[in-house]
């Protein structure tokens, strides 16, 4: 079975950089995206970033240029304070359905890691 193990993450403050990883194990080698997404007290889970096995990348607009993914890494730089939230990443086989950005589309998660921006 597909085993998402996230690890990074913590507190930074503004205009800083935090590494998030992805290692995941068990996986098909056949075509698949893997997203990002975070979600906030209080609001929905909402996608930050998708990378399928194509190369193609996706962005949120809120983190176009500032965020960075590639295969199993999400490099954030430029942090604001409304960037805190737990992340988690999520990984699906083919291109779900729903949308890049749906949570619903994806059946394997990673446990979830804190980003924390603060002065």
């Known amino acids: 079975a597909q085993r998402l193990e996230q690890s990074g993450g913590g507190s930074v403050q503004p205009g800083g950089s935090l590494t998030l990883s992805c290692r995941i194990s068990?996986?098909?080698?056949?075509?698949?995206?893997e997203t990002w997404f975070r979600e906030a007290p209080g609001k929905q889970r909402e996608g930050v970033a998708g990378r399928c096995s194509d190369g193609t990348t996706y962005y949120a607009d809120f983190v176009k240029g500032r965020f960075t993914i590639s295969r199993g890494v999400l490099q954030m730089d430029d942090l604001r304070s409304e960037d805190t939230a737990m992340y988690y990443c999520a990984f699906e086989y083919g291109r779900p359905l729903s949308g890049i950005f749906a949570p619903e589309g994806y059946r394997f998660w990673g446990q979830g890691t804190q980003v924390t921006v603060s002065s």
């Open positions: 068990g996986a098909h080698d056949v075509s698949n995206c």
